[in-house]
């Protein structure tokens, strides 16, 4: 089992940046595949990005792409996500994912992901 902590988010202008830090606990993270999910008021919780367990796969949803990057440190059991040019459709609580797998790749659907953390509010004024 794995326990999840997000840190790292605030109120930021248009324009600007974030760094979300997700901290797990467990001997094993280098086995768990990743993933930041985002829930605005109103919707649904929806996929941002993953990475493979050993961070050498990635993949992003097309509203982010470009300008946001999800890393990894397995050495730390830590999984960033650097948030750039955020605009005001950022808003909402970002949510760290975990799921133990076998093999190298990326899950990208919220009933993949066995454990989730408490999430971190991030606000994006215009």
């Known amino acids: 089992q794995v326990q999840l902590v997000e840190s790292g988010g605030g109120l930021v202008q248009a324009g600007g940046s974030l760094r979300l830090s997700c901290a797990a606990s467990?001997?094993?993270?280098?086995?768990?595949?990743m993933g930041w999910f985002r829930q605005a008021p109103g919707k649904e919780r929806e996929f941002v990005a993953a990475?493979?367990?050993?961070?050498?796969?990635?993949y992003y949803a097309h509203s982010v792409k470009g300008r946001f990057t999800i890393s990894r440190d397995n050495a730390k059991n830590i999984v960033y996500l650097q948030m750039n040019s955020l605009k005001p459709e950022d808003t909402a609580v970002y949510y760290c994912?975990?799921?133990?797998?076998?093999?190298?790749?990326?899950?990208?659907?919220?009933?993949?992901?066995?454990?989730w953390g408490q999430g971190t509010q991030v606000t994006v004024s215009s």
């Open positions: 994912a975990a799921d133990p797998i076998w093999g190298d790749y990326v899950l990208m659907r919220v009933d993949a992901y066995d454990y």
């Open positions: 467990g001997r094993t993270f280098s086995r768990y595949a």
């Open positions: 990475i493979s367990p050993s961070g050498g796969i990635t």
